[in-house]
């Protein structure tokens, strides 16, 4: 075992120096039974955390799909509370969230005659989790995100279609009726979910103590107790605004802070901060709504987590829970066996759409992958191949759990000179559950792991 890790450490040594594409050529890393497990202790090191010199632009193109795939432009949008019917596609450990990028390599026939339909009309489908159990069966998600497809390649082989989509979360939705066509597509009566805003002020205050800007930082990097309201309009017609204490409103500072999403936006980054200061969080969206989407669909949430933050109408409220999820968060372990895996604090980002992205391989299986300096726990299995990789420049080799060998995700290993962090880990969201710490008075502390954060309504047969 120590003369297989040792020899594919040279190996890898010598892809800096040009010679690790003939150490690839032929090996898929497909084959796990093809080649012993490594055991990986612990993957600290001298390096540290590297500075990402690696074109982050490159992860969010899925340029992997290939070229030449036709764009659509324009959007549907569907007006919230309405009820519509939906084609739905189903994927087990997959939660789309509104704003996310969804990439699909489809070639059954079924879901290929309904991607086409789609295609020729609105575009837009919905995607729901689906959970098997041993037991029970297949249980489908409550809560849903419509996907609408921007962009498409379609290939033919041997008489056999395929079809490359890229596609966009665009809103959420709740399933109030199934129902199965004759040629197997499932078709679902929805309810758009609305957004609902919170007043800018509770109920009986005498003063709206925040506007639409929040709150405003000090040089010290504490928030001032003063808020922005409307004061007319100046002689450009643009709005003017000034700085009210809220000792002239019948309720306490701290009141408003609660409810206050501008606050909350910047308690998160500060929090998010404290976990890695390589977390590239400078390209967020600005407003609540899109960054509590941004927040859901980045952090290291197990299916029950982001299903509760999805079914939540109120963009503050979610900004709420997402708060007291990151104060919690502090490991992540393998969700089979609660084996520590990664610290919060190696999480970085690859991508310029942040540290999660979904990504498809070329069996069709949909990966949501998230990128940590550091690993431990893990063994891989096969050799590294730089086929077909969603980080271009970097091989992968398939990682699992030591313990229980279930399936965590990728080793990525860089065969192009230059490339920054030499190595880094990618591991699925489906496999990882975030270990939280809850308070003495916190019920939920007492309830078994599996019973806890589930929302009543999440899941229905």
């Given amino acids: 075992m120590a003369d297989e890790s040792s020899d594919e450490e040279q190996n890898v040594q010598n892809g800096y120096d040009g010679e690790l594409e003939h150490y690839l050529a032929g090996n898929s890393g ?8 490594e055991i990986v202790q612990d993957t600290d090191d001298s390096e540290g955390h590297d500075i990402v010199n690696f074109d982050q632009s490159l992860p969010t193109r899925h340029e992997y799909l290939g070229e030449g795939m036709d764009e659509f432009s324009g959007r549907t949008y569907h007006e919230p509370g309405t009820h519509i019917a939906l084609p739905l596609l189903m994927l087990p450990g997959l939660v789309l969230v509104p704003g996310q990028t969804l990439p699909l390599h489809l070639f059954q026939p079924q879901s290929v005659s309904m991607m086409k339909n789609i295609i020729e009309k609105d575009r837009t489908f919905g995607l729901v989790n689906a959970r098997y159990g041993s037991n029970q069966g297949q249980l489908l998600a409550a809560i849903g995100t419509t996907a609408e497809i921007f962009s498409m390649k379609e290939e033919s082989d041997a008489g056999i279609t395929t079809l490359r989509i890229k596609a966009t979360g665009r809103q959420r939705f709740k399933i109030k009726e199934l129902r199965r066509q004759v040629d197997g597509i499932l078709q679902a009566t929805v309810h758009v979910l609305p957004e609902v805003n919170l007043p800018s002020h509770p109920e009986g205050a005498l003063w709206s103590c925040y506007h639409k800007f929040g709150c405003q930082a000090t040089t010290s990097g504490s928030l001032e107790k003063t808020y922005q309201v409307s004061s007319g309009k100046n002689r450009l017609g643009k709005a003017r605004y000034q700085k009210v204490a809220t000792s002239l409103s019948s309720w306490p500072a701290w009141v408003y802070e609660l409810y206050n999403p501008y606050l909350l936006m910047e308690l998160i980054k500060k929090e998010l901060k404290s976990w890695s200061e390589s977390l590239r969080i400078d390209n967020v969206p600005k407003s609540p709504i899109d960054f509590s989407f941004w927040v859901a669909a980045n952090m290291p949430l197990d299916d029950s987590l982001r299903l509760q933050i999805l079914s939540i109408n109120c963009p503050t ?6 708060l007291d999820i990151v104060r919690k968060c502090s490991v992540l372990c393998c969700r089979n066996c609660d084996t520590k895996i990664v610290d919060k604090s190696d999480l970085f980002s690859m991508s310029l759409d942040g540290p999660l992205g979904a990504y498809v391989n070329p069996n069709g299986w949909v990966h949501e992958a998230l990128t940590f300096y550091q690993a431990t726990g893990i063994r891989l299995r096969g050799k590294p ?7 271009p420049g970097y091989a992968w080799t398939i990682a699992e759990c030591a313990r229980c060998t279930d399936h965590l995700g990728w080793r990525f290993t860089a065969v192009k000179r230059g490339l920054s962090p030499s190595k880094f880990w990618g591991l699925t969201r489906a496999s990882l559950r975030p270990t939280l710490r809850y308070d003495e008075d916190d019920d939920t502390a007492r309830l078994p792991r599996r019973h806890r954060n589930i929302h009543p309504e999440v899941l229905a047969k």
Avoid: G, H, I
């Avoid at 191949?385 to 980080?391: D, L, R």
């Fill in 30 to 37: 497909s084959d796990a039974s093809d080649s012993a497990a």
């Fill in 317 to 322: 409220q979610r900004l709420r829970k997402e």
């Fill in 385 to 391: 191949t730089a086929e077909n990789s969603w980080f």
